[in-house]
């Protein structure tokens, strides 16, 4: 499992950062890329940096809409092998703004449905998809509980209105390793707390890794304290690789309460193997 685009390099590193997330998921015989960062420039020079040709790809997955994570396809899709399938929420099409001032600026894809049907075989689906044998979606979280990983400033087009963006697009990938899983989030927005109990309910055995962006930044310190509260009472849990958007407090937070199960620089060309 590569981090091909994060928000942060190591020093020195050739690779390039940018505030987005893009990760190959690998096996002997085929690869996966799970999300595409914020755009192809970063994107196609680290690919070719892991020495990844796109028309090697067997299967794109994204994990929702924002420009973060999708800004990569459409140069992408000049690389990719024809018909390479693209698993993803059905809302992911829906418009997207961001108001943090001023207008709304539109945050969604860039790309249009019809454009990527074209190139790609578009495999959306609300369930959990398999991927490949033991890589799989978590589907859409449905039950959310536990605070969600938004930002007030989020909102989506519903009808003729602007509302609070509800996030429904927002999926992670699970992949099977034994008795147990290993998750990796893309931007959390459906919460933290509430993929993790979707993902040990949904695939009955329980996690041992996180991986990726967790988006905390708008985490209370006492939503920080249960979320510690939670992840040590996590019997399987090994190791949190917290990257992209996860912030700076909820990863001090995280170190203070789980020491060095947390780790950092999950960055691009790091590779986890399992
Ligand atoms: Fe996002
Ligand atoms: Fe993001």
Redesign the pocket.
Known sequence: MTCVVDDAVQRSSPFWGEHGLAFLIESEAERVLFDTGQSGTVLLHNLELLDVDPATIDALAI????Y??TGGLPALLEHVSPGTPLYANPDLFRERLSRREGEPQA?GLSVTREALAAHLTLCLNAAAQEILPRLWTTGEITERPEPEGG?DY?LMREGDSLVADA?RD?MALVLQTGERLVLLC??C?AGLLNTLAHVERAFERPIAVISG?L?LTSATLDDLQHITDVLSAMPALQRVYPNH?TGEAAFVALTQVLGPSIVRAYSAGTVLEF
Request: charged content about 10%; overall charge negative.
């Open positions: 994990s929702h809409a924002h973060d994570h945050v930002s989020h996030y927002d893309g931007c927005h962006g988006h958007c």
